[in-house]
């Protein structure tokens, strides 16, 4: 690949869906940047995903730390939890962040003003969700009022920890709900706490829009549903947002939207 060496070096934290398949597009040439290493919790995955790679010049980071010093932006696909690792240890070296778990920056609003202190950049990707563009556009006037309405398949929620949960603290029993029905109404501050993995497109349109505290987030449950179904409501003075967005599992992945990806892949085209 020509001019290489003046290509910045990504490092992946998390091998899951996102993560691997960001890795592999890197590894095809599909996004001029230059792949240095990965880092999981679960050594197997990380050692799957160089197999699965077959490049030797890709190094499996031992820790948090060292993925940083290899690097000039870190990818993360992991947890909220990651993010807030991260950023305690990418900032102070000057390293930019692309964080794919938004909520991490609501949970952790430290993040944010950490990245200004230090002159460091972090991106997140719209995800699963159109317009977001037009939201932050509303924002530059004044706007009323933001509302995501996010439905999810029945099946989706036996593999959420955070949903089962919360259906187990309201008495909710996940067997008993035979018709389309809203399990949850709040704000988006709220819902990524209580769903950390499950409403990352809520802090992106929080962050585009009037802030976690101001978005409203609708969590609809679809006995019959077959996919996540994302609905953007903007009411501003500069008129009425209304997007729809009717999201097609990863091929690898069902838990995961195949445009998270797309989505992810296109914005580090443009950083890069």
């Known amino acids: 690949m020509k001019g290489t060496k003046f290509m910045k070096k990504i490092g992946v934290v998390g091998c899951g869906a996102i993560g691997s398949e960001i890795c592999k597009v890197i590894n095809r040439q599909g996004i001029p940047c230059k792949l240095v290493s990965i880092y999981d919790t679960d050594l197997n995955k990380s050692k799957l995903l160089i197999d699965k790679l077959r490049n030797r010049t890709i190094k499996i980071a031992k820790s948090l730390k060292e993925l940083v010093n290899s690097c000039d932006i870190v990818f993360e696909a992991a947890t909220p939890a990651t993010v807030y690792e991260l950023s305690k240890i990418c900032f102070p070296a000057k390293k930019d962040l692309f964080v794919m778990s938004a909520g991490g920056l609501i949970i952790y609003p430290s993040i944010l003003k950490s990245a200004k202190k230090y002159k460091c950049n972090v991106y997140y990707p719209s995800g699963a969700i159109c317009g977001l563009d037009g939201v932050r556009a509303a924002a530059a006037g004044k706007i009323r009022s933001v509302t995501l309405t996010t439905t999810k398949p029945l099946l989706s929620l036996k593999d959420s920890p955070g949903l089962k949960k919360y259906l187990s603290n309201n008495n909710i029993n996940i067997n008993d ?19 950390p993995q ?72 443009l950083i890069v």
């Open 177 to 195: 709900i035979r018709k389309i029905a809203t399990i949850f109404s709040g704000t988006t501050e709220k819902a990524t706490v209580l769903f």
């Open 198 to 269: 499950n409403i990352n497109v809520s802090a992106a349109l929080s962050l585009a829009g009037i802030g976690p505290r101001k978005t409203n987030v609708n969590i609809v449950v679809d006995p019959n549903g077959t996919k996540n179904i994302h609905q953007i409501e903007v009411i501003s003075d500069s008129g009425r947002i209304f997007t729809r967005t009717e999201n097609v599992p990863s091929p690898d992945n069902p838990k995961t939207s195949y445009l998270a990806i797309l989505s992810a892949i296109s914005t580090l085209k």
